[in-house]
């Protein structure tokens, strides 16, 4: 009896497993099945260099989508990264217990809050603090890398704290044993031993704000030109998906198809970045 039960529980671990493959097996087929021919009669160029996305005139280019993408990541890695990485230190050495016990409950709440919310509060108090101490329309590029640096602290602190824990005490006792303090021992051996970790968590937060989609639609002003600076606006390639699926029709909503291809593609690269540099920190 005991045997037979824990064959049908392996065979419904089984049945779970082949489920989720199949998901993504079918996702993965409806993208490119769909994208992928549309991105051939548009013409490779064109689509991906192309600076131009007018619908209505047949101009399907999603270079300034790729960018204003690209370069809202990277202002969100900017803010968010050292921010991060600190407070993970922080948190992981240097945090009294009885603060800790306050600062963890913290971070895990950022990371259940709503993206809508974070959009509210991006809209509602950034975009007029931008606009009246910095100038713009202050729904921009520079506020929707802000927001976005805010949203993946959870990830980055999270990952972050977790690597610099699974180093052994021992690093950090015998730089304390060759006369280094309590600062030098943890930036100069706890860290770098932890670095593998650390871009796991980077990695990580970068997948998110590349992801991100409802808070970046409420800040970023949702431009579909090349970006112009840090004060105008933008639109990212999550963003042009969401404003225009709902009444996109024949080549355009196989272009907006084609576009989360893109997306998709950038996606598993980031997560199979991660998986490679989560094996390292295991192998550690």
Known sequence: MKKGKEEIMRLVF????????????????????????????????????????????????????????????????????????????????????????????????????????????????????IRDNIGGTGSSMLTASLLLGMMILPTLISVAEAALRAVPNSYYEGALALGAGHVRSVFFTIVPAAKSGIMAAIILGLGRAVGETMAVIMVAGNQARMPQGLLEGVRTMTTNIVIEMGYAADMHRDALIATAVVLFVFILIINLTFSYLKGKVVQQ
């Open 14 to 129: 089984f049945a779970a497993a082949c489920a989720s493959i199949a998901l993504v097996a079918m996702i993965c087929v409806f993208l490119f099945g769909n994208g992928l021919p549309t991105i051939f009669k548009i013409g490779v160029t064109d689509f991906f260099f192309g600076q131009t996305w007018r619908p209505n005139n047949d101009l399907y280019g999603i270079l300034p989508m790729i960018l204003g993408s690209a370069y809202v990541t990277l202002g969100a890695i900017v803010v968010g990264v050292p921010i991060g990485i600190l407070t993970a230190v922080f948190m992981a050495r240097f945090c009294p217990e009885s603060m800790y016990k306050f600062l963890k409950p913290a971070v895990e709440l950022l990371a259940g809050i709503p993206s809508v919310v974070y959009g509210f509060f991006g809209l509602v108090v950034m975009v007029p603090f």
